[in-house]
């Protein structure tokens, strides 16, 4: 079946300081990837969608300057939280959609990011 | 604004018997749904769809219910099993693009 590895599980940075989130979907092409970011005991908020190759579109009230997504290929979408604070505080996770459309939403398995 | 909702917070079911969980939805541009069981910081594991065009779908023990016209939707799990236990997500998409999660209910079934 359809897997997405998203890595790291979790990292501790510094205040000021950026971290890379990568989400590869390993045995099928992505055209679509999805960031989705949950506080505790809360539902899924989705933060942006990704298509391969173009530009991400971001919901509103997502910094697009501060989250940053890049999906250079049809396999990897990485998000870069820039200058993080301590309300960056979250579990991170990706989705990602193949190529074919039969509603295969496959997520990876999360990253806790603690900003210190 | 919360498009998806599920009111229930939590849910305590003996083993054995009917796990229901409700999901309403907002949204009438809605054309798919989706329930999703999740353990603490893991990713959502997918479990079963409903297409709006359609009102039941059943796969093993999981069975969901969907009533466009109240904009609500079901999961039924029967018969429930202590390794069910965990927060099971509702998610609807409209017209095949993102997914919006409800806000989550937690099953625990004790023996």
């Known amino acids: 079946g359809a897997v997405v590895s998203q890595h790291p599980s979790w990292v501790i940075c510094k205040s000021g300081t950026s971290v890379k989130i990568e989400c590869r979907s390993l045995?099928?092409?992505?055209?679509?990837m999805f960031w989705y970011r949950q506080f505790p005991k809360q539902s899924l908020m989705l933060m942006a969608t990704s298509n391969e190759g173009s530009k991400a579109t971001y919901e509103q009230g997502v910094e697009k300057d501060k989250f940053l997504i890049n999906h250079a290929s049809l396999t990897l979408s990485t998000l870069t939280v820039t200058s993080a604070h301590p309300e960056d505080s979250s579990f991170y996770i990706c989705?990602?959609?193949?190529?074919?459309?039969?509603?295969?939403?496959?997520f990876g398995s999360g990253t806790r990011l603690t900003v210190v | 604004d919360q498009q998806v909702k599920q009111n229930s917070p939590s849910l305590s079911v003996q083993e054995g018997r009917i796990s229901i969980l409700n999901c309403d939805y907002t949204?009438?541009?809605?054309?798919?749904f989706l329930w999703y069981k999740k353990y603490p910081a893991e990713g959502p594991t997918f479990l079963i769809s409903?297409?709006?065009?359609?009102d039941k779908n059943e796969d093993g023990r999981f069975t969901v219910f969907l009533n466009k016209s109240a904009k609500h939707l079901s999961l039924h799990i029967v018969p429930s099993q202590p390794g069910d236990s965990a927060v099971y997500f509702c998610a609807a998409s409209p017209n095949t693009d993102k997914l919006i999660f409800g806000t989550g209910t937690r099953l625990q079934v004790f023996p």
């Open positions: 989705s990602a959609r193949g190529i074919r459309l039969n509603y295969g939403y496959t």
């Open positions: 949204n009438s541009m809605f054309d798919y």
């Open positions: 409903i297409s709006s065009i359609k």
């Open positions: 045995d099928f092409q992505a055209t679509t």
